[in-house]
Structure formats: structure tokens, C-alpha cells
């Protein structure tokens, strides 16, 4: 009560910080009507005045009051939309390295006009990211008349362009593009073997539309990179048949947590299964460990059938297995589930199973975003997620107030006994509507709940369109044209669509339809000009009159099928209604049949109702039920933070040496001659084969001189005297070190003069970079495994986190030890034949967007040619093809291609990958 009387007298906090603003708006609307009399081209020059003061010491925040001016002038003479005070503001909060919070219709793709012409002045690239490529073109090409008309250059970064043309986009003043492309391309241009095929500059600073989808709803889901691995396809389509003639009590399933696990019953029942299908040999468990793999695909198989629903989580869309994005309803093209659940729900479709992959390069959004030095957000919800902001982004969120008051009203929740029940007082409802021409937005969670409203809609005879994932490509048009009277329109989702529903529609969307079929029908120019303008003024003076139909009738409506996990999707579906000052209204239907009742409720309040008892058709509706549900809500929302929170933690052991890394390779690139690295590897090698076989203060006869001896001949392929450099009087360890460095640097020396300099200088860096990214991608992979079982360390008493960062840490050591061991032992035994290399066969890459809760890595090995990187060196790796000659145990160039888990050919009895195969 103390609080509320506090923010009565002095106002809230968020209001205080809006209301600092008012000054700084008062003298960019003071310098309108000087900048109204300029002409194009002097508004045009204050665009390099800017520069040139930047460039004599004035900061940013000295030019934005003249920055802002220029900006809205310029918006007014290209697209005829003046800035709204509001809208200053919002610039001003994004200026500011904040996220600004304005309701849908305020004009947010404006808004960033302003912040991001004032820092494109200093020409380091501004980023404006979005959510699909639809927006990224539409705004670059929309608000780009705005930054041409001011002499600034924008480019578009978007699915399917080549090296140069996205290197183009980038080096523009002003990018475009969505989260997933600029993330792979980070990953991407950390995989090239040149500085200059690299297409990123240096982030600076980024502007994130829909922040709060982006930011919190797929941070859960890192960008991975991945390659080919081993093809199991067979297997997983054996695997699949099994899991459907299980009996219901051969599984225990968790839908809270989306897991599934076999009950002793279902084992039993599962291993009975595989020995008649002869996968699993008789009196052997599916548990023993040579069994892992089997046990992997039937656990998938398990999930894929138990766990995931077509037209829910997927759909099958020509002959492949698609994703649906939980908060947006789009299809996920491109994105794949790991460790092998996509191959699993491909074999339960019955379409062509394609092969795993390989982590090659991953990253999270969080810290993705994070390495921008100055970041900011707009969305129409954030404000319930303000903590999470704060403590992962270290990003205040800012409420912007509208430019009209909210004129919608929003209905108090209805509680159905059952789906059925709820169906009907929907459709009634929307028929209701329709009746006195009022239009209606529906919202569902799911492709299959709304098929199965529209079913309904169809038996009760109400026309509507239907916008999910199967007709994505109509959004624009569905969504543009759902103000018109008593339009129905069912939509899966409204989160991030980017595209205002204006009442009465939307006349410039009916215009470019118009242009389009009277192009097709008129050749004419003048012709067709002349019947465009007559559509255009019937289109206007239909629209218009539409409109005030719409606004007597109350305005669009909108009905929520059910609660979304978040309440933001919540918000983001009734703030369709109301832009601008309109009227209407928003109502939530529920049953206690919903997943979020069932599976979340844990509610004193809803057991009761659950308790009651209700008869059919009769609705409960209280403003207790309504906060009941947010409570539910509430606790989803803070266990998907925690999800966040946790891979937050973990990557950011990872990201710790990503970044290093990532430096390292970026010099590397940037070096041409390696010769002094590969001299300091030499150096580290030299010195731990002589430390582990002489050990410090120990005696002579303790020295492992035959031990040091097979090492060198191992490594270096020289057989050297060190036995009889041991037996000398007063030899020291140190001059047993010299020696052999002396020895090792001839034998590169010798190379070096046998290939010539020019030649063994690209040898060098080709094998050292191939080498660095393949410990790289083999590292990850040990931390993908790593990681999969770190948690069990919590029953023995040890935080999983503290013993990840450890276990870690030895792994980077080990890469840096293998890496240096690897790169001397390949280029001190390769041989080279002078002649043109092969062209190599291109690497099948996927770039994977994939949900941690349900699978945190990938598995299998890639094969790699030390031949050298595409398109580098003229010298190849002579290599004896297998059984065409004998293999010497000490003269590794003749082993040919040795699997990575075979035994290794120099006879120490370990397997290659951990021998002469370790990298």
C-alpha cells in the first residue's frame, strides 16, 4: 500500500527516466521548422557535417539532438511518417544501449531510424537484427529510403547469398539481417583458411527487433555448425520399428520435463524385441557397453514417437522433416535436432533419413550478442522478463507510453470444463463478431489446433483464413487484410510476425496486389498508370470506409485459444488489437483440458475448480482464476530461465576458449610466414619427451633412454644415438635437449632446401591451420560428451558446474599439448610430390539451430586431409594406397589411411586417435 501511495505522489521508477527525456525531445522539435527549409541536398550534407565534427572530437551524444532532426525530416520527405514525441524517446532508449518497450503499432521500425543513423555516422557498422528474412528485407528496403536519402549505404543479410555479396552487406554503414545468419556467419568466418574471405567486420553496436523472442525464447538453442559423420541410417529405421509394439506400460513419461524413459518392464520387453530382430545377441544386455549405440537409437526412437507430434513439434513438408518454432508457428528450415533425434523422427515418417553430424563450430545467442560493445532491443513485451535482461545482457528495460492511450479492453479468461466445451463457446463468440461485422484474430499454440478450430469455423459455415507454418508464404497478405469487417482470421502464434493489422485493412498491402495483376494485364505504361491511380483512390475510399464500420463495431477482436506457456506470447497476441488509440478487445479461453492447466496447474485455485465440478457449456470467469494462470505461467517462465541461466554457465567455459581460439587463428591467418610457431612447437615437443623420460633430479640409471629413443624415432622419424649420448661422462639433460633440437632443426632445414622456401612456407601454415581446427572440432566434441554426463557428479556430492570448468581446462590443456605433438610429428614425416593437387571434394556443412533440452551435442568423427585447406599450397601428402606396399612401424608414410579407432601401425598397442593419431 506504501508502495503504490509512493509511485502515486512521485511517480515509477520507469516514468521518471521517460520522463528525463522531455527536455531533448523539446529542442529537436524546436529545430524543426530550420530543418524544414533546408533543401534535399543541404539535409543530404548534414549527413558529412556529422562526420566531420566526429572527426575533430565531438561525441555521438553531442550530435543526437541534431542527428534526431535530420532523421525525422528526412523520414517525413521519403515516407511521408513524421516521428511522434514517443517515438523520440524510444530512439533515445536505443541510443542508449537499453531495450525500449512499446506496444505493437507504435511505430518500432521507425524508431530505429534514429539511433541507427546517429551511429552509422561513425562508420563501424550498425547491425538492425530481426527475426526472419521477410523482415530483414522489408525493413532494409523500407527505412533504407530514408539512410540513401541521407547518403548512408544499407546492405541485407539473408539465406542463400554468396561470400561476396554478404561481404558487401556487412561493409555497408547499415546491416540488416536475422540473429541465425549473423551468428553462423560469425561461426563461419572463424572456419576460413584467409583473412580476406572473411565477410564480418568488428561488431560495434546492434539494434535487436522482437528482443525479448530472440534474446530469451531461442537463446535456449545454440547455433551449431556440424559436418558429416559415420551413416547409421539402417540402424535407426530398425530401431524404429520396435518402439510401436511396446505396450503403454513399457515407458514412464514426464511431459513437464519432455522426458521419457523405459521402465523395467519396457527393457525387458524392448530386448526381447531386438533379439528377435537379431540386433542385440542372445544373454547380452542392451545396457552392456558395447550395446551404447544400440541403446542410443532405441532411446531416440523412444522420443521421436513418445515425445514429438506431427503438426505439433513437426512437419513433414517435401520429404522432409521440418521444425516448428514454438513461439513464432514458422517453419524452421534448416534447423535439426541432434545426437540424433531428427533421424529418429525422420525414420518414424518413413522419408529418407539423412546422416548425423559433427559439432564443427557453436555458439549462443547470449554470447553471441554479447560481444557486441554496445547493444540494444525493441519489442512490444519485455517488461516481464526484465530481471533476465538485466542479469544476462545487463540490459535496462525501458516502458515507452503509447502516442494514444489504449482504448482495448481486455476480458477477464473463461474455464471450460473441456475441449469441447470451450470449442463452442469460441465459435459462437466469433460468429457473434462476425455478425455485427466486427473483425476477429484467433490465436492457437499449434498447426493441429488450428486445423482443428478451422474444422469447426467450417461446420458452423464462418468463412476465415488460416495462417501457420503450411502457408507461411501468404503471412503478410493474411495478416495485413484481418481488420476488414468481420474478417476471421486463425493464426498459430503472433509472436514476431511484423506486420500491422489495420482496421478496415491495409491499403498499401491491397495496392502492391493491385500493381501486380494490373502489370499482368496492361503492357501499357501510360495505360496502366492511369488505371492504377483509379484503383488506388477506390481502394483509399474503400479502406476508409471500412474502417469506420470496423471502429462502430468495436474494433478487431481478439480470442486466445488457450494459455501460452509465456505470458509475453500472451501479450504479444492481444496487442494486435487496440494500435494507436483503436478500440477493441481480447478474450482468453481455457479448459481444464490444456496442457498448461494439466501439466503446470499446481494451484490451489485450479484444483478447486478442478474439484468443483462444472457442468457442459458453463464457464468460470474470475479475476483469481486470471491470476492463477499467471502464477502457472510464472513457473514456466522461471524454469525456462533456468534452462538459460544453466547453458549460459556452461557455453560460457566454452566461450572463454572459443575466444581464445579464435584469436589465435585470426593471427595465424594474418601471418604468412609460421616458421617461428612451428620452431616453438619444435621447442615444447623436444622438451617434454626429454622431461618425462628424464625426470628432474633423478639418477641416470632411472633415465628412460630406450623410452626417449622410440619417441623421436615415433614423432620424428630419426633414429638417433641418445643411447650413447647417455652413456658419456657428465652428460647433462640439457645437452641431451640441445642435441636433439639440433638434430630436429636439420631435418627441417633439409626439407625446407628440398622443396624450396616458398613451397615449405605454405606447407607449414596449411598443416598448422587444418591441424588447429581439427583439434578444435575434436575438442568439442570431448566437451559434448563431457557435458552429457557431468550432472551424475552431483551424486557424489560435487557441483557439476565447478568440475565442468575443470575437466575443461585439462581438455584445453591436452589440445594445446596434442596440437603442438601433432603438427611436428605430420610435417617432420610427410612427403611431398610436386605436382597440382586434387580438387577436394566439398565438405557437406548444416547449420544446425537445436534445442538443448531435448539434445546438447553431436556424435561421430570426420576424417581430415592433411593435404592442405581448399584452394591452398601446390604440394599433396604422398600416401601409399593400403596393402599396395609394407607397413613399417617406423616410417609413418607408409601406413596408408588408418581408421581413427584402429590399433596404430607403430606397433605401441593404443589406438591411432590416441597415438600417432592424437590431435
Known amino acids: ?30 529545430l524543426e521548422p530550420e530543418f524544414a527549409k533546408l533543401s534535399d541536398e543541404q539535409l543530404r550534407g548534414k549527413t558529412t557535417e556529422f562526420r566531420e565534427r566526429l ?4 561525441t555521438l551524444d553531442d550530435l543526437l539532438i541534431e542527428a534526431f532532426a535530420t532523421v525525422r525530416e528526412a523520414a517525413k520527405r521519403t515516407l511521408g511518417q513524421r516521428p511522434f514525441d514517443v517515438q523520440l524517446k524510444g530512439g533515445m532508449v536505443l541510443h542508449a544501449g537499453k531495450i525500449a518497450e512499446m506496444k505493437t503499432g507504435e511505430g518500432k521500425t521507425l524508431v530505429a531510424t534514429l539511433p541507427v543513423y546517429l551511429n552509422a555516422l561513425e562508420g563501424k557498422g550498425v547491425h538492425v537484427v ?45 546491416t540488416y539481417g536475422t540473429n541465425n545468419e549473423i551468428g553462423f556467419d560469425y561461426l563461419r568466418d572463424n572456419m576460413k583458411f584467409r583473412r580476406d574471405d572473411m565477410v564480418q567486420r568488428p561488431f560495434n553496436f546492434a539494434i535487436v527487433d522482437e528482443v525479448d523472442s530472440i534474446l530469451i525464447d531461442e537463446a535456449r538453442t545454440p547455433l551449431i555448425i556440424s559436418g558429416p559423420a559415420e551413416d547409421s541410417s539402417e540402424l535407426y529405421r530398425r530401431a524404429d520399428v520396435v518402439i510401436p509394439r511396446l505396450k503403454p506400460d513399457a515407458y514412464e513419461k514426464d511431459e513437464k520435463n519432455r522426458q521419457v524413459t523405459f521402465t523395467e518392464t519396457g527393457i525387458e520387453a524392448v530386448e526381447d524385441l531386438l533379439r528377435a530382430d537379431g540386433l542385440l545377441p542372445e544373454g547380452q544386455s542392451l545396457y552392456a557397453p558395447s550395446q551404447i549405440t544400440l541403446l542410443h537409437h532405441v532411446t531416440q ?15 513433414v513438408k517435401d520429404g522432409q522433416v521440418v521444425i516448428i518454432d514454438e513461439f513464432t508457428g514458422r517453419m524452421m528450415a534448416g534447423r535439426r535436432y541432434s545426437e540424433g533425434l531428427h533421424q529418429a523422427l525422420e525414420a518414424k515418417e518413413k522419408v529418407e533419413i539423412q546422416r548425423e553430424n559433427q559439432t564443427l563450430a557453436s555458439i549462443t545467442f547470449q554470447n553471441l550478442f554479447r560481444m557486441y560493445p554496445k547493444l540494444a532491443g525493441m519489442t512490444g513485451t519485455a517488461m516481464t522478463e526484465a530481471a533476465e535482461f538485466a542479469e544476462i545482457y545487463k540490459l535496462e528495460v525501458v516502458e515507452i507510453p503509447t502516442n494514444v492511450p489504449v482504448a482495448r479492453k481486455d476480458n477477464d479468461d473463461e474455464v471450460y470444463r473441456t475441449l469441447a466445451d470451450k470449442t463452442r463457446a469460441i465459435v459462437k463468440l466469433i460468429g457473434e463478431c462476425r455478425d455485427r461485422n466486427q473483425p476477429v484474430l484467433v490465436g492457437t499454440v499449434s498447426i493441429e489446433k488450428s486445423e482443428a478450430l478451422s474444422a469447426e469455423l467450417k461446420k458452423a459455415r464462418i468463412p476465415h483464413n488460416v495462417l501457420n507454418a503450411r502457408y507461411h508464404e501468404q503471412e503478410a497478405e493474411i495478416v495485413a487484410q484481418a481488420g476488414r469487417p468481420g474478417a476471421v482470421t486463425i493464426a498459430t502464434n503472433m509472436a514476431g510476425r511484423g506486420t500491422d493489422i489495420q482496421l478496415g485493412g491495409n491499403a498499401d498491402m491491397l495496392l502492391r496486389q493491385a500493381e501486380t495483376e494490373v502489370a499482368a494485364r496492361i503492357p501499357d505504361e501510360t495505360a496502366r498508370a492511369a488505371e492504377l491511380e483509379q484503383i488506388a483512390a477506390k481502394i483509399r475510399a474503400d479502406v476508409a470506409r471500412d474502417r469506420e464500420i470496423v471502429r462502430a463495431a468495436g474494433g478487431l477482436y481478439v480470442v486466445g485459444t488457450e494459455r501460452h506457456e509465456s505470458r509475453r506470447i500472451d501479450n504479444q497476441l492481444r496487442g494486435r488489437s487496440g494500435r494507436q488509440g483503436d478500440p477493441g478487445g481480447s478474450k482468453f479461453f481455457l479448459s481444464l483440458e490444456d496442457d498448461l492447466m494439466r501439466i503446470f496447474g499446481g494451484n490451489k485455485v485450479l484444483d478447486w475448480v478442478q474439484k468443483k465440478g462444472m457442468a457442459d457449456d458453463e464457464a468460470l470467469t474470475h479475476r483469481w482464476l486470471n491470476k492463477a494462470l499467471e502464477t502457472a ?46 620452431v616453438g612447437m619444435r621447442r615444447d615437443v623436444v622438451d617434454g619427451m626429454v622431461s618425462r623420460a628424464i625426470p628432474e633430479d633423478a639418477y641416470a640409471e632411472q633415465w628412460k633412454i630406450a623410452e626417449l629413443k622410440d619417441e623421436v624415432q615415433r614423432t620424428f622419424g630419426l633414429d638417433l644415438p641418445i643411447d650413447a649420448w647417455a652413456q658419456e661422462e657428465g652428460i647433462a639433460e640439457e ?4 642435441r636433439l633440437n639440433e638434430a630436429v632443426d636439420r631435418l627441417f632445414a633439409q626439407k625446407a632446401a628440398q622443396y624450396g622456401p616458398e613451397v615449405w612456407r605454405q606447407v607449414e601454415k596449411s598443416v598448422l591451420m587444418q591441424l588447429f581446427d581439427q583439434s578444435w572440432k575434436e575438442h568439442l566434441l570431448h566437451l559434448d560428451h563431457l557435458r552429457q554426463g557431468i550432472g551424475l557428479r552431483a551424486y557424489g556430492q560435487k557441483d557439476p558446474l565447478n568440475e565442468y570448468k575443470r575437466e575443461a581446462f585439462n581438455l584445453f590443456s591436452d589440445l594445446l599439448t596434442g596440437l603442438r605433438e601433432s603438427v611436428v610429428n ?35 568423427e570426420a576424417g581430415f586431409d592433411p593435404a592442405g585447406p581448399p584452394g591452398g599450397g601446390v604440394a599433396t601428402l604422398a600416401r601409399p594406397a593400403a596393402g599396395k606396399a609394407a607397413i613399417d612401424p617406423n616410417n609413418p608414410s607408409t601406413w596408408g589411411k588408418v581408421a581413427r579407432n584402429a590399433p596404430c601401425p607403430c606397433g605401441s598397442g593404443r589406438k591411432f586417435k590416441h597415438c600417432h593419431g592424437r590431435v
Request: aromatic content about 6%.
Open 1 to 30: 500500500m506504501l508502495g503504490a501511495l509512493a509511485r502515486s505522489l512521485f511517480g515509477t521508477a520507469n516514468d521518471r527516466v521517460v520522463k528525463g527525456f522531455d527536455r531533448p525531445v523539446a529542442r529537436i522539435n524546436a
Open 55 to 58: 572527426a575533430k572530437g565531438e
Open 130 to 174: 530481426t527475426v526472419n528474412d521477410y523482415l530483414a528485407r522489408r525493413d532494409a528496403e523500407w527505412m533504407g529510403k530514408i539512410y540513401t536519402f541521407l547518403g548512408l549505404t544499407v546492405g541485407t543479410i539473408v539465406h542463400n547469398l554468396s561470400d561476396e555479396e554478404r561481404r558487401a552487406a556487412y561493409a555497408s554503414d547499415i
Open 301 to 315: 526412437a523412444l522420443r521421436a514417437h513418445k515425445l514429438f507430434a506431427r503438426d505439433v513439434d513437426y512437419i
Open 633 to 678: 505461467q510464472g513457473k514456466v517462465e522461471a524454469r525456462n530461465f533456468e534452462i538459460r541461466k544453466n547453458l549460459l554457465r556452461f557455453d560460457d567455459v566454452m566461450n572463454s576458449q572459443r575466444k581464445e581460439i579464435y584469436k589465435e587463428r585470426l593471427e595465424l591467418m594474418a601471418t604468412e610466414d609460421v616458421a617461428d610457431v612451428v
Open 735 to 738: 645437452q641431451i635437449k640441445t
Open 826 to 860: 605430420v610435417l617432420a614425416n610427410l612427403q611431398l610430390r610436386m605436382e597440382p593437387p586434387p580438387m577436394p571434394e566439398p565438405v557437406q556443412m548444416h547449420e544446425i539451430h537445436e534445442d538443448p533440452v531435448l539434445a546438447s551435442s553431436m556424435a561421430g
